[in-house]
């Protein structure tokens, strides 16, 4: 619960940033269009600021539950509208003024998301690179020859520098391609081409880590279990570790790397340890208790030690990355574009039964990544505040009555027929599009609950 301010502070910050973007949108849009815009809501539920300004005297509004927003505009659909005013009502634009003003909501999200990863790429960051651990046996890539160290040089001929851009391209390959041709050099500085297959990704209707069932994972340094520094006053210290102490048995569990050390000390749960230790050619018998701390949402068990330095522990496996100018903005476009289709794609296959409807989430999980993204650094928390506008903006495009995409839907229908749906059709269109809502809705608060209960 100590964390819950914070994840509450970034949900609010994160969606009310996007939900503001969206409706300046379509306020701007509006305004260019000499369209007369009445109200700006940010937020549902009571109001909580209320003002008008400018020469149309526009209410701006937030009210008290950040989970959307409007712009209300003049139009005769809705009231009575002065003969004076006429010219200004949103239904008395042309088609294509009218669509404009409806897309502009989502051209916004994608715009910021565009902004966001070109400051980011401009920036630059220190981002591990793609060395890959030890796979699994009997995984994909444990049957295509990747061993532990091995660095990934390009996707398909398509170079990569970065883990999160091999990881990133090859989800994208997931989704439509039965395996892909890695280039790789291993620890000996050997070059070789090995063939991935991809098709154990989308099993399980792509729940949980579909880069796991592959048997992709990250660098494991094969370090042995030895310690070379000690914190003064931390729980090793007390117990009496010492430094080119070799752990052998924790909890009667063999320890043979440093990895397997740091697990069990981690998943602790700060119960006492019993180490088996070699000091000086002699067996020594150790009880330690772990401090509990908080790191990235979860809690983890520390004894206050370090490794002690070998050749493979200084490998580097970090790299600072920065674009100029115009190669961030390409990259950035690049990105929007791709996790653009990557959600489309997504979504087309939750419809067909491709993807489990599991991975729908809602405002709780939504909270939850933004508290943990805002953890993590700034870097992070922009990276998920773009992700996540680029799923709004491909969200209100949806052809669905009542979102934006319903509305441009209309109007390409009107442009075919020649005149406007009639006032029945739109009613009934929009109570399917509300249905439609509510039942996206009821998933996706019916998965936060079971994520919420099942841990």
């Known amino acids: 619960m100590s964390n819950f301010p914070l994840y509450l502070l970034a949900f609010i910050v994160v969606l009310g940033v996007l939900v503001v973007v969206h409706e300046l949108g379509h306020y701007l849009a509006a305004r260019y269009c000499k369209v007369k815009v009445l109200r700006f809501s940010v937020g549902f539920g009571p109001t909580v600021f209320q003002r008008k300004y400018g020469v149309d005297r526009t209410e701006w509004a937030v009210a008290a539950i950040p989970l959307g927003g409007f712009v209300k505009m003049l139009d005769e659909g809705e009231g009575e509208v002065a003969e004076d005013e006429r010219h200004r009502a949103f239904n008395r634009q042309t088609l294509g003024k009218r669509s404009f003003i409806v897309a502009a909501g989502p051209v916004a999200n994608f715009a910021l998301a565009i902004l966001i990863y070109w400051a980011i790429f401009m920036n630059g960051s220190e981002e591990l ?9 009997s995984t994909p890539a444990a049957m295509a020859g990747i061993q532990n160290g091995d660095q990934v040089r390009a996707v398909d001929g398509q170079t990569v520098a ?38 154990a990704a989308g099993e399980q209707g792509w729940e949980g880590d579909a880069l796991g069932r592959l048997g992709i994972q990250f660098f ?3 370090i042995p279990p030895v310690i070379g520094k000690v914190s003064p006053g931390g729980p090793a210290e007390q117990a009496g570790l010492q430094v080119g102490d070799t752990v052998l048995i924790i909890n009667g569990v063999e320890v043979s790397t440093w990895f397997d050390f740091v697990r069990e000390v981690r998943d602790s749960d700060g119960q006492t340890l019993r180490l088996e230790i070699s000091r000086h050619e002699q067996t020594v018998l150790i009880d330690v208790v772990p401090n509990m701390v908080s790191e990235r949402g979860r809690q983890v068990g520390k004894v206050g030690v370090a490794v002690a330095e070998t050749a493979e522990s200084r490998r580097e496996l970090r790299s600072f990355v920065s674009y100029g100018f115009f190669a961030a903005g390409a990259k950035a476009i690049g990105e929007t ?44 928390y922009l990276k998920f505040m773009a992700l996540l506008s680029i799923s709004l903006g491909v969200l209100n495009l949806l052809p669905i009555p009542v979102l934006d995409g319903g509305h441009l839907l209309y109007y390409a229908i009107e442009a075919v027929r020649r005149r406007p749906l009639s006032e029945r059709a739109m009613e009934l269109s929009q109570r399917f599009g ?22």
Do not use: C, H
């Open 337 to 380: 574009w791709d996790k653009s289709v990557f959600t489309l794609t997504m979504m087309g296959k939750m419809l067909t039964g491709e993807v489990s409807w599991k991975n729908l989430s809602g405002p709780v999980t939504i909270a939850d990544y933004a508290g943990q993204s805002a953890r993590l650094g700034l870097d992070y």
């Open 162 to 199: 970065t883990w999160d851009d091999f990881r990133w391209l090859l989800l994208q390959k997931a989704t439509d391609q039965e395996s892909v041709q890695l280039e790789i050099i291993n620890q000996q500085q050997e070059i070789a081409i090995l063939q991935l297959p991809l098709t």
């Open 129 to 137: 690179l793609p060395v890959l651990g030890p796979p699994p046996a």
């Open 220 to 222: 494991r340094p094969n």
């Open 434 to 455: 509300m249905a439609i809502l509510f039942t996206l809705m009821a998933f996706a608060f019916f998965n936060d609950i079971n994520r919420l209960v099942s841990g």
